[in-house]
């Protein structure tokens, strides 16, 4: 059955099957490559979205499940990649290989709305389930702050 939802300020309908996980559907049938393929099982933070405003594991959520919902994608996340995050990104140089970069930017993002100046513990409790093969923690960390600044 089709699925509407919002995606990054547009609606669209996905003719897909409703167990599809909404990050297949945002990959290969919108073609965003922002949100990537990690873990599958919600446990490494890679495919991070936002749905109506919270930072949600996109690899185990089933499509159906985000239905009539407002999803936003790295892609979504600023009109032009100047959000704050993305400008202490790049001043800092946080990203190693990058592949979970979109992630961690989508969770700190949701931090940020939440907690406009969070605390060492604030970014560490929002950010463990982040997990970066490249160890690039205190670089985000720095990140966070400066885009809080
Ligand atoms: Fe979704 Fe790892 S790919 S949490």
């Not at 547009?10 to 167990?19: A, C, G, K, M």
């Not at 490559?33 to 959520?61: D, E």
Request: charged share 15%.
């Amino acid at each position: 059955m089709p699925v509407t939802l919002t995606v990054n300020g547009t609606r669209r309908t996905l003719d897909v099957p409703d167990d599809m996980p909404l990050l297949w559907a945002l990959r290969e049938v919108l073609d965003l490559k922002g949100p990537k393929f990690g873990c599958g099982i919600g446990q490494c933070g890679a495919c991070t979205v936002h749905v109506n405003g919270n930072a949600i594991r996109s690899c185990n959520l089933p499509v159906a499940g985000v239905a009539n919902a407002n999803v936003v994608t790295i892609e979504g996340l600023s009109a032009d990649g100047t959000h704050p995050l993305q400008q202490a990104w790049q001043e800092l140089d946080v990203a190693q290989c990058g592949y979970c970069q979109a992630g961690q930017i989508m969770t700190a993002a949701a931090l940020l709305r939440r907690t406009p100046r969070p605390s060492d513990a604030d970014i560490d409790q929002a950010m463990t389930g982040n997990l970066c093969r490249c160890a690039t923690y205190h670089r985000i960390r720095e990140g966070i702050h400066r885009a809080s600044a």
